[in-house]
T-cell receptor, first 115, second 116 residues
Framework: GEDVEQSLFLSVREGDSSVINCTYT??????LYWYKQEPGAGLQLLTY?????DMKQDQRLTVLLNKKDKHLSLRIADTQTGDSAIYFC???????????????FGTGTLLAVQP | GAVVSQHPSWVICKSGTSVKIECRSL??????MFWYRQFPKQSLMLMAT?????????EQGVEKDKFLINHASLTLSTLTVTSAHPEDSSFYIC????????????FGPGTRLTVT
């Protein structure tokens, strides 16, 4: 079955860049997502990338996709203390006829930003 | 836009009672809603997918008679945990996908259930 893995913890200093990595196994993944979860809260969609793209940039966020290696990364430039949260990658595929499939979430990476 | 709310945000109940959690899409019509469960320091696990007006599709290992899902309208889905036990204590999160299609799910803020 599908499997999505992430490292559990990342600590960076304020102002540095953070890179959170994710690997997945489903080669039919069509969409890959990054979500942010703050303590006791739901998930906030940060960005997503289609599988036919290599890179997507959105302000401080850069997503890199290596489809061959099934590796996804999220880079946060100029990391701030407000970026401290758990970051989940997720993948889904679009079934035949455009029907959308479920999201498979990674294990989550706790990002701790030191002032 | 695309706001999803959940009610209650937290609930404490006694073992053996039933608890209902509501998930509402506030500014869009949600043809599909998803229910997830998240145990402490773990990822989200999909419990079931519900389409408006039809029976929910449950993931393997999720008891449909214990976790009753109703999606009676395009803006409301409910999850009822029947005969709750302490092991059902968890963070329950819903998400909704709009009528316009696309692949994006909008997540609610979650409901913390504690069963004593």
């Amino acid at each position: 079955g599908e499997d999505v893995e992430q490292s559990l913890f990342l600590s960076v200093r304020e102002g540095d860049s953070s890179v959170i990595n994710c690997t997945y196994t489903d080669s039919s993944s069509t969409y890959l997502y990054w979500y942010k979860q703050e303590p006791g809260a739901g998930l906030q969609l940060l960005t997503y990338i289609f599988s036919n793209m290599d890179m997507k940039q959105d302000q401080r966020l850069t997503v890199l996709l290596n489809k061959k290696d099934k590796h996804l990364s999220l880079r946060i430039a100029d990391t701030q203390t407000g970026d401290s949260a758990i970051y989940f990658c997720a993948e889904s595929n679009r079934g035949y006829g455009g029907a959308t499939n479920k999201l498979i979430f990674g294990t989550g990476t706790l990002l701790a930003v030191q002032p | 836009g695309a706001v999803v709310s959940q009610h209650p945000s937290w609930v404490i109940c006694k073992s053996g009672t039933s608890v209902k959690i509501e998930c509402r899409s506030l500014d869009f019509q949600a043809t599909t809603m998803f229910w997830y469960r998240q145990f402490p320091k773990q990822s989200l696990m999909l419990m079931a997918t519900s389409n408006e007006g039809s029976k929910a599709t449950y993931e393997q290992g999720v008891e449909k008679d214990k976790f009753l899902i109703n999606h009676a309208s395009l803006t409301l889905s409910t999850l009822t945990v029947t005969s709750a036990h302490p092991e059902d204590s968890s963070f329950y999160i819903c998400s909704a996908r709009g009528r316009q299609g696309g692949n994006e799910q909008y997540f609610g803020p979650g409901t913390r259930l504690t069963v004593t």
